[in-house]
């Protein structure tokens, strides 16, 4: 599941930016729907969306309930010898079970994203990185809560009411201690599939890969919808939105004020996830900020009011895969 990874140098205008958006709000709404709250022809949304699909400058995959993937899963920070980020990045981008991979700034660490069973855990944690010579040293943070997600983050260039206009209606969850959500079916599971890898596919498309007639997948999609479980993310490299900076924070809070926190920060227009862990930091922060001066602002402005006592603040280089794409590197220029 590849794509190619953005032109650093190029900007996408106005519209493209609020496409971007328009995806990033409800990733399967048609060009129709998209042209009416944009106030542009389908045929223009259409174009523009081909473009930015084909060229790999977008791409909308399905992501699974924050809730779900945050139980059993570690944020991994992995120190390595000078010269072999690019090795060991690229190798656990090759994990299914990895669906976020990071190298650092200065380039002697990675970050990373492990979801999955404990099997595969272990063999990675206590065989497979420590075998690997390249691996200096590993620290691992098992995730606690999920206050937000990549999949929640918006880029801000819709108001409220376009926004709105797009959102599906919210899903229907279970309340506390009432009846479980039906689990997945087998057709329900190869559909969720098909929609991890491109979650535009149109009702047709996935009927013809499943071997199912198009009523039946249309019900289907919307009964899993219904239940929160088509959840959608805009691959996008944020340099094309003008956020050239994209860092994680390693807070310490009071666990008093663990929750309030996490809650604030995850209302954050600048933030695009926000984990409460074990370790000695409690909550990690990602924020794309347009600039240094902003990452900055952002420390001071917004971290400084909500009382956070440490921030250990790291510089994403390069993001190597994203909520189970890999990006390639960019050709170098002639």
């Given at each position: 599941?590849?794509?190619?990874?953005?032109?650093?140098?190029?900007?996408?205008?106005?519209?493209?930016?609020?496409?971007?958006?328009?995806?990033?709000?409800?990733?399967?709404?048609?060009?129709?729907?998209?042209?009416?709250?944009?106030?542009?022809?389908?045929?223009?949304?259409?174009?523009?969306?081909?473009?930015?699909?084909?060229?790999?400058?977008?791409?909308?995959?399905?992501?699974?309930?924050?809730?779900?993937?945050?139980?059993?899963?570690?944020?991994?920070?992995?120190?390595?010898?000078?010269?072999?980020?690019?090795?060991?990045?690229?190798?656990?981008?090759?994990?299914?079970?990895?669906?976020?991979?990071?190298?650092?700034?200065?380039?002697?660490?990675?970050?990373?994203?492990?979801?999955?069973?404990?099997?595969?855990?272990?063999?990675?944690?206590?065989?497979?990185?420590?075998?690997?010579?390249?691996?200096?040293?590993?620290?691992?943070?098992?995730?606690?809560?999920?206050?937000?997600?990549?999949?929640?983050?918006?880029?801000?260039?819709?108001?409220?009411?376009?926004?709105?206009?797009?959102?599906?209606?919210?899903?229907?969850?279970?309340?506390?201690?009432?009846?479980?959500?039906?689990?997945?079916?087998?057709?329900?599971?190869?559909?969720?599939?098909?929609?991890?890898?491109?979650?535009?596919?149109?009702?047709?498309?996935?009927?013809?890969?499943?071997?199912?007639?198009?009523?039946?997948?249309?019900?289907?999609?919307?009964?899993?919808?219904?239940?929160?479980?088509?959840?959608?993310?805009?691959?996008?490299?944020?340099?094309?939105?003008?956020?050239?900076?994209?860092?994680?924070?390693?807070?310490?809070?009071?666990?008093?004020?663990?929750?309030?926190?996490?809650?604030?920060?995850?209302?954050?227009?600048?933030?695009?996830?926000?984990?409460?862990?074990?370790?000695?930091?409690?909550?990690?922060?990602?924020?794309?900020?347009?600039?240094?001066?902003?990452?900055?602002?952002?420390?001071?402005?917004?971290l400084g009011p909500l009382g956070v006592g440490r921030a250990e603040t790291t510089i994403v280089a390069?993001?190597?895969?994203?909520?189970?794409?890999?990006?390639?590197?960019?050709?170098?220029?002639?």
């Open positions: 599941m590849d794509v190619t990874a953005a032109d650093p140098d190029t900007v996408l205008d106005t519209l493209d930016r609020r496409l971007v958006c328009a995806l990033q709000v409800n990733g399967r709404a048609g060009a129709g729907r998209i042209a009416e709250v944009l106030g542009v022809s389908p045929r223009t949304v259409t174009r523009r969306l081909a473009r930015l699909q084909q060229t790999g400058l977008v791409r909308v995959v399905r992501m699974p309930d924050p809730e779900d993937a945050a139980v059993g899963a570690l944020l991994l920070r992995i120190r390595v010898l000078r010269g072999k980020a690019d090795t060991v990045a690229q190798a656990l981008a090759d994990r299914p079970d990895v669906p976020f991979v990071d190298v650092m700034l200065g380039g002697q660490e990675i970050g990373a994203v492990m979801l999955g069973d404990s099997g595969g855990r272990d063999r990675l944690l206590y065989g497979q990185l420590p075998a690997t010579a390249a691996v200096a040293e590993t620290t691992v943070h098992a995730v606690l809560h999920a206050f937000a997600d990549a999949g929640q983050w918006r880029s801000g260039h819709l108001g409220e009411a376009e926004a709105a206009a797009l959102a599906d209606p919210p899903a229907v969850r279970p309340a506390p201690g009432g009846v479980p959500r039906e689990r997945p079916d087998e057709l329900d599971r190869a559909l969720l599939a098909r929609l991890g890898e491109d979650a535009r596919q149109s009702h047709a498309t996935l009927a013809a890969a499943v071997g199912t007639p198009e009523s039946t997948v249309r019900r289907r999609l919307h009964r899993l919808e219904g239940a929160g479980l088509v959840r959608t993310h805009v691959t996008v490299d944020p340099r094309l939105l003008g956020l050239a900076v994209d860092a994680n924070l390693w807070l310490d809070v009071p666990p008093g004020r663990l929750a309030a926190v996490g809650a604030a920060l995850a209302r954050h227009p600048q933030v695009h996830g926000v984990l409460a862990t074990s370790g000695p930091a409690n909550l990690m922060a990602a924020v794309f900020c347009p600039d240094h001066r902003g990452l900055y602002r952002f420390v001071t402005d917004t390069r993001a190597v895969k994203r909520a189970g794409v890999t990006l390639r590197r960019p050709r170098a220029r002639a």
